[in-house]
């Protein structure tokens, strides 16, 4: 059974930082691109960050550029999502996705594989 596991959400006080990690199982995560997802109450969904398969091109929306930092451990078949500096508007359920090879970052329908999420929340 092919799966993706979100974790490493929780509350954070802004300024704070967390790190996700989404697992995968039933399939190695060698050969796909991995992006991360979120959607706020109310709100479409939103493409935070990809990485490539092929040469672990990074990719990064707007809002989260010189915040967040994705990155791959191959070996343990898990891709992360480091979260510095978060603010209020970063509350929403984050998403990992899974996609054959590159990156497309907005398109959230090619990717094949999602996960169920995991809470973040900023707030103090």
């Known amino acids: 059974q092919l799966q993706l596991v979100e974790s490493g959400g929780g509350l954070v006080q802004p300024g704070g930082s967390l790190r996700l990690s989404c697992a995968a199982s039933g399939f190695t995560l060698d050969y796909y691109a991995i992006g991360w997802f979120r959607q706020a109450p109310g709100q479409e969904r939103e493409g935070v960050s990809c990485?490539?398969?092929?040469?672990?091109?990074?990719y990064y929306g707007g809002s989260v550029k010189g915040r967040f930092t994705i990155s791959r451990d191959n070996a343990n078949n898990t891709v992360y999502l480091q979260m510095n500096s978060l603010k209020p508007e970063d509350t929403a359920v984050y998403y990992c996705?899974?996609?054959?090879?590159?990156?497309?970052?907005?398109?959230?329908?090619?990717?094949?594989?999602w996960g169920r999420g995991t809470q973040v929340t900023v707030s103090s």
């Open positions: 996705a899974a996609k054959p090879h590159y990156c497309s970052l907005p398109k959230t329908y090619e990717y094949d594989y």
């Open positions: 990485i490539s398969s092929s040469d672990g091109s990074t």
